[in-house]
């Protein structure tokens, strides 16, 4: 399997894939990494691994098919066959969607369906919930609704702000991120609708 990463900023997700694919945890290779934005750390974090480093400058694009559609073709080019959302800021049209059936993994700073979209810890906090975590979940048309594929929950605290609430829950994507993908390519996640069962 050759994975493709998305992602638009700081990338500590990624890292947690390149440390676990370099930690022979995931036993596939990271054939590139693309971000939308230029000189954003999942750059730098993606050419110190040796991994294939491009920026698919959103502005440069008149709109979004055309945007994808370099995309895609980045991702076919470099053999992509399992796409990895690690902090990607944008949603996918049913054209991407599409190219990669079943193929996209996200994730997702919150409890789903719970706090969908951009601003997870902010709502959470302002909502005043006691218990938080991260989804891993297939990505479909919609924004944060695919079938969910493992939940961490990490408790909210009283004097939590949204640095101390979000260290806290990428404490958790950073475990449970490359521990999906590892299954993933063992064959284990099995998906039939919006269910999702993984063999032990
Ligand atoms: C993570 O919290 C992830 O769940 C969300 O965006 C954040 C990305 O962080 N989708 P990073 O860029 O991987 O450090």
């Known amino acids: 399997a050759v994975l493709g990463v998305l992602a638009s900023g700081r990338g500590s997700d990624l890292q947690s894939i390149i440390d676990a694919v370099e930690a ?8 590139v990494v693309l971000t939308d934005k230029p000189n954003v750390m999942a ?8 991994i294939p480093a491009i920026c698919v400058d959103r502005k440069k694009y008149d709109d979004r098919d055309a945007f994808e559609r370099e995309l895609v073709k980045q991702l076919k080019e470099h053999g992509v066959t399992l796409v990895i959302l690690a902090g990607f800021m944008r949603i996918l049209s049913p054209y991407f969607v599409n190219e990669f059936k079943n193929c996209i993994m996200n994730i997702h700073p919150s409890l789903l369906p719970s706090f969908g979209g951009a601003h997870a810890h902010r709502d959470v906090l302002a909502y005043g919930v006691k218990v938080s975590g991260c989804t891993v979940h297939f990505v479909d048309e919609g924004m944060d609704s695919g079938p969910i594929i493992m939940q961490k929950a990490v ?3 009283d004097d939590d702000t949204e640095e ?3 260290a806290r829950v990428l404490e958790q994507e ?3 991120y490359p521990k999906v993908i590892e299954l993933y390519l063992a064959g284990k996640i099995h998906v039939n609708g919006r269910h999702v069962t993984i063999d032990d």
């Open 155 to 157: 408790p909210v605290l």
């Open 174 to 176: 950073h475990i449970i």
């Open 24 to 31: 022979g945890q995931i036993k596939a290779k990271i054939g």
């Open 43 to 50: 750059l730098q974090r993606a050419e110190k691994a040796g």
């Open 164 to 166: 101390t609430l979000s």
